[in-house]
């Protein structure tokens, strides 16, 4: 594997699993010199530089985290949700909003802060959820597509100093968070994981399958990387066709 990291310090948040540990990973196996991973749950891989256990809608984790030297970001922290507009409750919307928006605006501040005067780059997990409507995701979609969004400002706010900010927009991935998602837990119930997945897949996306998170961290990888040089404020949606 080339090394497309040596050296650089790169910061993971929602790294206790899912893409975001498997961007860690990937990144660990191209020589990255300094990881910083974040999650409220604790962060077991035995390639954690420095694992950092903490809510990324906490200011003040931001504010006393030591980002010195950070070189790129992945900005991954999020949960699932589902419900009816008329339905939901305003706690529950807020919930959603506030770690996979909130969250991120924490993040995003604090790293592109950190790359002033050095320049770095970015990669903000969105969602296709953020570019087609389906019902019941309201406040997932709706923060989802404010990330995309702030991708692009980022871009133009980041762009004379130097630092590259994109987004990527996958559509189903086999990860925890769908664990979540009562349709999902439901089913994986009756048939297991693997069947729920697969069978979700073939009803959704036209290639017939959801991403594994190494396929989307190969990506996110692409993203941060000197390769892709003059991308910025773009949005990578990997989701099988789905929103075709």
């Known amino acids: 594997m080339q090394n497309h990291f040596a050296g650089r310090t790169i910061l993971v948040t929602g790294a206790a699993s899912g893409i975001g540990l498997a961007v860690a990973e990937h990144c660990t196996n191209r020589g990255a010199g300094r990881l910083i991973l ?4 604790p ?17 003040a984790l931001w ?19 589902a419900g009816a507009i008329a339905d939901l409750a305003f706690e529950e919307w807020r919930r959603i909003l506030s770690v996979n928006l909130d969250g991120a605006f924490l993040t995003l501040r604090a790293a592109m802060r950190a790359m002033r005067g050095r ?6 997990t969105a969602s296709a959820a953020g570019i087609k409507a389906e019902p019941g995701v309201s406040a997932y979609g709706s923060a989802k597509a404010a990330l995309i969004h702030l991708a692009k400002v980022a871009a133009k706010e980041g762009a004379p100093h130097g630092i590259r900010v994109n987004a990527i927009a996958p559509a189903g991935v086999e990860t925890p968070v ?12 009756e048939i ?3 069947a729920a997945f697969a069978e979700m897949a073939a009803m959704a996306t036209p ?6 998170p190494e396929e989307i961290a190969a990506q996110i990888g692409f993203l941060l990387s000197d390769a892709s040089a003059l991308t910025t404020g773009a949005t990578l949606v990997s989701d099988g066709g789905y929103t075709l």
């Open 38 to 41: 974040v999650d409220r749950n």
């Open 43 to 59: 962060v077991f891989a035995d390639f954690a530089h420095e694992a950092v256990t903490g809510d990324v809608r906490d200011e």
């Open 63 to 81: 504010d006393g985290l030591d980002l010195a030297g950070l070189d790129h970001a992945v900005i991954n922290a999020g949960v699932a949700g």
């Open 119 to 124: 320049g770095g780059s970015i990669v903000i």
């Open 178 to 189: 769908w664990d979540a998602v009562p349709m999902f837990a439901d089913r994986a119930a």
């Open 192 to 194: 297991g994981r693997d």
């Open 207 to 212: 290639l017939g399958r959801y991403a594994k």
